[in-house]
């Protein structure tokens, strides 16, 4: 696996990442907490592994950890439906925008590795 090449990555982006992270898990408590525990547990395991991840690339910048932002971000935003909690609009209203910013940046720092010349397991 090849690192990113370090001097062309915005380490914004990783710091960005870890903030939604911290506001996914708190999500709960700033807007309506979802009604099952499997839906607020996911909710935990999700903003955790945002946080987690966007520390990761900054120590270990890896390509697969965008591919997993990218792919929690699009779960996070698909949750409600899943979970069966898209009723409660304020809860399901903040978790589609965190979940589509974590896969925009996510999806913006995969364009901006598309160098071929960089390819990275």
């Known amino acids: 696996m090849a690192n990113v090449n370090l001097a062309e990555h915005r380490q914004w982006e990783d710091w960005a990442s ?15 907490r979802p009604p099952t525990e499997a839906a607020l547990l996911n909710t935990m395991i999700v903003g955790l592994l945002v946080l987690c991840i966007g ?23 698909i949750s409600p439906w899943l979970f069966g909690y898209s009723q409660l609009a304020l809860i399901t209203s903040a978790h589609v925008v965190l979940g589509a910013l974590v896969a925009a940046i996510a999806a913006l720092e995969l364009w901006q590795d598309r160098n ?6």
């Open 116 to 121: 071929p010349t960089q390819r990275m397991a």
């Open 55 to 77: 520390a990761l690339e900054l120590a270990f910048l890896r390509r697969w950890e965008e591919w997993v932002e990218l792919a929690l971000g699009v779960w996070l935003v």
């Open 18 to 32: 870890m903030g939604l992270g911290l506001l996914i898990v708190i999500s709960p408590w700033l807007t309506e």
